[in-house]
């Protein structure tokens, strides 16, 4: 039982793998070639909003100067957080491939 157990965790771990390599050449090939990024500071109550917050102002930066982009990726730390957590600062980068 342990045996197929294994052998269906690496079976998803593979399709997956296989899928993520696949999705940046996909994309290339559709016109995204224009790689884009910004920064931006964004503050929330709680630690989940502090994180939205600086993700949601970097996306919409990205977006801004490339109509269409691909998901990309995010970078994001915690720059303040205040004594009992009712205000948390984080700054994101979010890079991401568009069409030009």
Same mark, same amino acid.
């Given at each position: 039982m342990r045996n197929v157990t294994l052998l269906r965790r690496f079976g998803l771990v593979s399709a997956l793998a296989v899928g993520l #390599? %696949? &999705?940046p050449a996909a994309a290339h090939a559709e016109g995204y *070639? &224009?790689?884009? !990024?910004?920064t931006a500071v964004g503050a929330g109550n709680t630690y989940a909003e502090g994180v939205? #917050? #600086?993700e949601r102002r970097a996306r919409q930066a990205v977006l801004s100067v490339g109509? *269409?982009?691909t998901p990309g990726t /995010? /970078? &994001?730390s915690g %720059? /303040? !957080?205040s004594p009992g957590g009712g205000t948390w600062v984080f700054q994101s980068t979010?890079? #991401?491939v568009c069409v030009d």
């Open positions: #390599a %696949i &999705t *070639d &224009t790689p884009r !990024s910004a939205a #917050a #600086a109509h *269409d982009c /995010y /970078y &994001t %720059i /303040y !957080s979010h890079e #991401a």
